[in-house]
């Protein structure tokens, strides 16, 4: 006698985290509380940072918030967060680079020596330092990728050997002025011009919407996946937070003389960047690559040829914000990209929460971090504390932010997340 047995297939297994999205607010706040508790902290430690040094400031000063400060801020950014942007492409491969500054450095002496100098068309001696940059990015990636040898030790040299390649650049005169209103003196100037509250405001809007329709394309393409999407109401509140914070930023710079072209172009470029990262496949190679070597491999990822790229990006992007120094400075000289600079960008993007340990971070980190960075060399002119109190304080931050990726990260391991 035979019976028939009907079986039905398992359901597939559901990633319980996927389901957040239809929980609703209650879902991304037990989401939320579970972060908290397995250390994956995300950006919560550094805004809740850059508000307390803002208030701190403020009470200090009263003039900390005055609009023509925070304009000066978006304007001093703009240069190390550059560079900063850079970094986080090697950190999240677990590696450094100490030759930033000095490439920096160098692609800006390229510039000014070709236009001042020479007398070649700026956007073209834009063009040559750019390349400079990128192909010198590329030399340590070959080094480190195809030789073996260790990045800390290759970009060390680059620091010193960049360096020297600037002071024979500049040659015996030491510096290359900027062109007077040229295309390198103006990126220290503004959007369309001194004053100019329509272009604010327009972009601020445009921002606005642009982040609508994404939200809503992505919630739309999920929908269709039959994924988990994010509903109506969250898109909503999510869209009105950045609209509350762009109509206060545009508000605020146009109390002072509108809207900085340098935090136009740093913001564009940090939008470009984390697209790359978190929506194409060389993102996630990148990701890949700086979670496990071995493993990126073995699912056919060109792992050489992802150090290698990873290198150029980040030294073209401090070429790019070598231009921006030199600008702010006026000229090209032997100390543009030492001192300070290469630190601050690289404690930017740690404290803004890329991983100094590989394969978490984003590019926003940068802004964040570079924020927070000068918010706090702001704040300490503004009280006339000596740069060396300076110098011991970001120490002191950039420290408090390495230790709690430290901690973040045990802790996950220990939770069976890390």
């Known amino acids: 006698m035979s019976t028939n047995q009907t079986t039905e297939a398992p359901a597939p297994a559901i990633d319980p985290r996927l389901l957040v999205r239809e929980q609703g607010f209650a879902g991304y706040l037990g989401e939320f509380k579970r972060k908290m508790k397995t250390g994956e902290l995300g950006s919560v430690p550094v805004v809740l940072g850059l508000v307390l040094i803002v208030a701190i400031f403020q009470g200090l000063t009263g003039d900390f918030l005055n609009a023509d400060n925070l304009t000066n801020i978006t304007l001093w950014i703009a240069g190390p967060g550059l560079i900063a942007v850079g970094i986080v492409f090697v950190l999240l491969l677990g590696e450094i680079d100490l ?133 109506v109401s969250e898109i909503a509140l999510r869209t009105g937070v950045i609209a509350v914070i762009a109509i206060a930023a545009a508000y605020t710079l146009n109390q002072s003389q509108g809207l900085p072209l340098p935090l136009v172009i740093f913001l564009g470029i940090v939008v470009v960047t984390d697209f790359v990262l978190r929506r194409t496949a060389y993102g996630r190679q990148i990701f890949a690559v700086g979670g496990g070597i071995e493993a990126a491999r073995r699912a056919g990822i060109n792992v050489a040829w992802v150090r290698i790229s990873v290198f150029m990006i980040s030294a073209g992007m401090a070429a790019l914000g070598g231009l921006f120094i030199m600008s702010q400075q006026g000229s090209a000289d032997k100390a543009l990209g030492s001192g300070n600079v290469l630190m601050n960008s690289i404690a930017a993007a740690v404290i803004g929460g890329t991983s100094l340990f590989g394969g978490r971070g984003k590019t926003w980190s940068a802004l964040l971090g570079i924020l927070v960075i000068q918010s706090i060399i702001t704040g300490l002119d503004l009280v006339h504390v000596n740069q060396s109190i300076q110098y011991m304080i970001t120490g002191a931050v950039l420290l408090a932010a390495v230790v709690l990726d430290s901690v973040s990260r045990r802790t996950q391991k220990s939770s069976g997340r890390g």
């Not at 959007?191 to 739309?220: N, P």
């Open 99 to 231: 030759s930033l500054g000095s490439i920096a450095g160098v692609s800006a002496a390229i510039a000014g020596v070709l236009s001042a100098r020479s007398g070649v068309n700026e956007w073209l001696s834009i063009l040559i330092a750019l390349a400079a940059g990128v192909a010198m990015g590329a030399l340590h990636g070959f080094f480190f990728a195809k030789i073996g040898v260790p990045a800390f030790v290759v970009t060390l040299a680059g620091l010193l050997a960049w360096s020297g390649l600037q002071q024979f650049v500049l040659g015996d005169k030491g510096t290359a002025n900027v062109l007077n209103n040229g295309v390198i003196a103006d990126l220290d100037h503004y959007f369309i011009g001194d004053g100019d509250i329509a272009a604010t405001w327009i972009f601020a809007l445009a921002g606005v919407g642009l982040f609508l329709a994404g939200q809503l394309l992505d919630s739309r393409r999920r929908a269709a996946a039959g994924l988990p999407s994010r509903p």
